[in-house]
């Protein structure tokens, strides 16, 4: 575990919420650097099992050296196949931790932070093609203002699309600076606030990460024996509002099911309160867990 990479954010809370069976099959969708797995693997016997994804490399050459540990370098959204490859048909619990890795946000290279000067980049998958220099130089203007608008609740998002299409025909957006000093005087609100706003945009964007959440919430179910745990960690209103729908109606489009007689179909039920944060203690210690959710629900046998 490399507490450096990243602080786990309610940990102890999680990992009460996701364990059952000490001897369960158990599965990390988040890696990052190694916390939850870490607890997980304390928390089960020598019969248990842990299966852990992260597509970023830096977070694979973390690995636990453990015989119940399986790490893939993968998206998590392939996660149902990988358990497929592995024959494993059904689990006892699922951890999703959806935040970007304290590494990541405080890694001058990877320019997923207003508050260094680095190339545009924001791919967590260093090997994928898109960064975010190429959403601002190549989107058309209407798409720019469906992803700020979107993933990042930007107030003023078509003055700003506009004016980025118009400032590119002058110079392209390069780096992180270069382009915070032309966000500088379009700014609405509290500069830090609209900063995050405009790069939690693009970062989405970037990692197609909505799009891939939805593609995982749509396997939890299949894979979940049930009576088996869900634990999610969510960090911004756009990912919560989806996880809240799925977790309310089975499906992403939040649609209520019934049955012939009219009853509603429910796939979870929740366990212990409806929504977690963390304690003014925890923020103390790490100020970046203030806005997270936890959300623990366990699947109904109605399957």
């Known amino acids: 575990m490399n507490s450096e990479y990243h602080v786990p954010v309610l940990l102890r809370e999680s990992i009460d919420g996701l364990i059952k069976s000490k001897d369960g099959i158990y599965v990390d969708l988040t890696y990052g650097g190694g916390g939850h797995s870490a607890s997980i693997l304390n928390s089960i016997s020598t019969k248990g099992c842990l299966y852990s994804f992260d597509q970023d490399e830096e977070a694979i050459r973390n690995k636990i050296p453990d015989q119940r540990l399986r790490l893939f370098q993968s ?12 024959r494993v048909n ?5 951890l999703a931790d959806l935040g970007v890795s304290s590494h990541q946000f405080d890694s001058e290279s990877r320019g997923f932070s207003f508050r260094f000067d680095h190339a545009l980049d924001m791919r967590m998958n260093e090997q994928a093609e898109m960064s975010a220099a190429d959403i601002l130089n190549s989107f058309e203007e209407s798409e720019l203002v469906r992803v700020l608008s979107d993933y990042g609740e930007v107030r003023n998002t078509k003055t700003l699309a506009r004016a980025i299409v118009a400032s590119r025909e002058v110079r392209s957006f390069d780096t992180t600076h270069q ?7 379009l700014i609405i609100g509290e500069p830090k606030k609209y900063l995050s706003q405009v790069y939690q945009a693009l970062r989405i964007e970037v990692n197609q990460e909505m799009k891939v959440l939805e593609q995982t919430l749509s396997e939890v179910s299949k894979y979940l024996v049930n009576g088996g745990r869900f634990v999610v960690l969510t960090y911004h209103s756009v990912e919560d509002r989806l996880v809240k729908r799925f977790l309310k109606s089975g499906n992403i489009s939040g ?6 007689f009219g009853k509603i179909y429910r796939p979870f039920k929740k366990i212990g309160k409806a929504m977690m ?10 100020p970046r867990s203030r806005s997270a959710k936890l959300r623990i629900v366990e699947k109904m046998e109605n399957e």
């Open 75 to 86: 998206n998590f959204k392939y996660f149902g196949k990988f358990l497929d490859y592995e």
């Open 90 to 94: 059904k689990v006892d619990g699922i």
């Open 179 to 185: 382009f915070n000093s032309f966000l500088r005087p």
């Open 255 to 260: 649609e209520v099911v019934k049955d012939d």
């Open 277 to 286: 944060m963390p304690s003014a203690e925890e923020i103390k210690v790490n």
